[in-house]
């Protein structure tokens, strides 16, 4: 009995150090796993690739996307996507199969390599206009572009600012027409002035070929308007002083119009190489230190130009103002106002002005101000008068 129990002990001792040393060989092997796929993570990147086929010109959704991982080595810095983010909502360039690796080249706009596919016809930039629009170019300054704030994708409202003066609608010139002298056939008088003493002489000219002709010697005078004084009784012909001041009206004409692009599009050559379009300064020109430049440099303009996405009839119109003279000024929208609908606002006049923002008309008064003011002259800051700047 007791050779029995002391073979049982020895037994259950074996079998416990056995376990032990199992679960002692088997946690050694899970922490040699983790570090093995703690190293395998780092060496890998994840890489968006595409899940399901995308025809050209298709928005991504993260339904036809998904994440792999590649060696480290594999992925280029710059190009391939690491994130749905990056990829969602952006416009495939060209027909994509499952399997995919993305990068920058086959999307729509997106940044890196901006090679041309050889299966694609037009340019990238005409899959960003919606169905039924068009791109319209406008040229701006400083002051029109929002301080050349804005940027591709912003939205923004067109505001025109016109000037009418009233024609004659036979010449279809300004008014008030000029006046002449008319020499009827046969024999006339003519008065004129002596260049040396100034005095007033009078002579006599005919005409015979039987047709009445204008004639002038001096600069034509302005048409005016007979008046009866109502103190002398007396009629008084009134002429200007000054030609026809211009009336002047301001309006808001088209609202929620994308910006695709400001400044100049990028121009490739006929193997898909972006080509370069500088301004570049020959050697020897004067520098703003005084200096003189010593080698051909290249200078940055701002953008004069910005592209706006527009209905075809807009677009018209928008052409339309341009070439008669309207000045575009743009207003650049909140984020938060981009799908509001459309508002109406007040055309501004100087009635408006004075009506609406109650600025009276000030009267007539016994006594003013001296030096007398004619034209509004604004403050001169005195940074801007030493170093010359001048607003544009």
Do not use: C
């Not at 193997?271 to 051909?296: K, M, S, W, Y």
Request: aromatic fraction near 8%.
């Amino acid at each position: 009995m007791r050779l029995g129990r002391l073979l049982l002990l020895v037994a259950l001792v074996v079998a416990v150090a056995l376990v032990a040393l199992f679960l002692l060989n088997q946690g050694n092997r899970g922490s040699q796993a983790d570090i093995a796929a703690t190293e395998q993570a780092l060496a890998s990147v994840p890489v968006v690739v595409v899940k399901l086929p995308v025809s050209r010109g298709e928005v991504f959704s993260e339904e036809k996307l998904e994440i792999r991982f590649l060696p480290r080595e594999q992925v280029v810095a710059g190009s391939n996507f690491t994130a749905f983010s990056q990829v969602v909502g952006e416009t495939a360039r060209i027909d994509l199969v499952a399997g995919t690796f993305l990068n920058s080249s086959m999307l729509v706009g997106a940044s890196g390599d901006s090679s041309i596919q050889q299966d694609f016809q037009g340019s990238d930039h005409s899959w960003l206009i919606s169905e039924g629009m068009v791109a319209f170019p406008v040229p701006i300054n400083r002051f029109s572009s929002v301080a050349y704030g804005l940027t591709r994708g912003d939205y923004v409202d067109v505001i025109v600012t016109m000037a009418f003066v009233d024609l004659d609608t036979q010449f279809q010139s300004m008014t008030p027409n000029q006046t002449a002298g008319v020499l009827t056939p046969g024999a006339n008088v003519l008065m004129g002035q002596q260049e040396t003493s100034g005095s007033l002489v009078f002579g006599e000219f005919g005409l015979n070929n039987g047709v009445a002709q204008t004639v002038t010697g001096s600069d034509l005078s302005p048409q005016g308007r007979a008046e009866l004084d109502a103190l002398l009784d007396l009629p008084f012909y009134y002429v200007p002083t000054e030609p026809q001041r211009a009336r002047v009206v301001s309006q808001r004409v088209f609202q929620n119009l994308a910006v695709l692009q400001v400044g100049t599009f990028p121009v490739y050559d006929d193997r898909g190489r972006e080509v370069q379009l500088v301004t570049p300064t020959p050697v020897g020109q004067p520098t703003p230190e005084g200096g003189v430049t010593t080698a051909t440099t290249v200078t940055s303009l701002p953008p004069d130009i910005v592209t706006l996405i527009m209905w075809p009839q807009d677009a018209v119109t928008l052409n339309y103002l341009l070439y008669t003279g309207a000045e575009i000024t743009l207003a650049l929208r909140g984020a938060g106002s981009v799908n509001e609908a459309r508002t109406d606002t007040d055309a501004v006049t100087l009635q408006y002005l004075m009506d609406v923002y109650r600025i009276p008309l000030p009267v007539r008064l016994p006594y003013g101000t001296n030096p007398r003011i004619d034209i509004l002259v604004p403050p001169v800051l005195e940074n801007d008068a030493d170093n010359g700047v001048i607003f544009q």
